[in-house]
């Protein structure tokens, strides 16, 4: 069975920050938009470029609700967020070891977006797919 790696975890709280997003990231574009993109291949090639943008900016979307830049949600009474978090175990027992919200008081998976669609998942290694 194929496992997802994030790599080795930065000592500092921004950069950890920044990896698990980044890894949120790659996991998204190599399973999301990857399947999307896989669906594609049956649309004639004429209009194929045109669908996949609108399946980015679909995305996008999705991450601009979870990164709070969307209209305000709520009623007279509450307002309503979307949270996105990266929780952390410990292997050997079932323990939350850490919570890092991504969204929407992370750094901006908006931001990352950008750079994801260009491959840019930080730089940092161990990120994605362990070969079988």
């Not at 291949?41 to 045109?50: E, F, H």
């Not at 175990?89 to 992370?106: A, F, K, Q, T």
């Amino acid at each position: 069975m194929q496992r997802f790696e994030i790599g080795q975890l930065p000592e500092d709280e921004h950069a950890r920050l920044i990896h698990l997003s980044n890894a949120f990231g790659r996991f998204v574009f190599d399973i999301v938009r990857a399947a999307a993109r896989e669906g594609a291949k049956s649309i004639p090639d004429s209009y194929r470029p045109s669908v996949e943008s609108l399946l980015d900016d679909q995305l996008y979307a999705v991450l601009q609700m979870l990164d709070g830049v969307t209209m305000p949600i709520g009623n007279d009474q509450v307002r309503l967020e979307f949270v996105l978090k990266a929780r952390l175990r410990d292997r050997s027992d079932p323990s939350v070891v850490e919570e890092v919200e991504l969204g929407p008081n992370g750094e901006g998976l908006c931001m990352g977006f950008q750079g994801w669609r260009e491959g840019d998942f930080g730089g940092l290694p161990g990120i994605g797919f362990e070969a079988p």
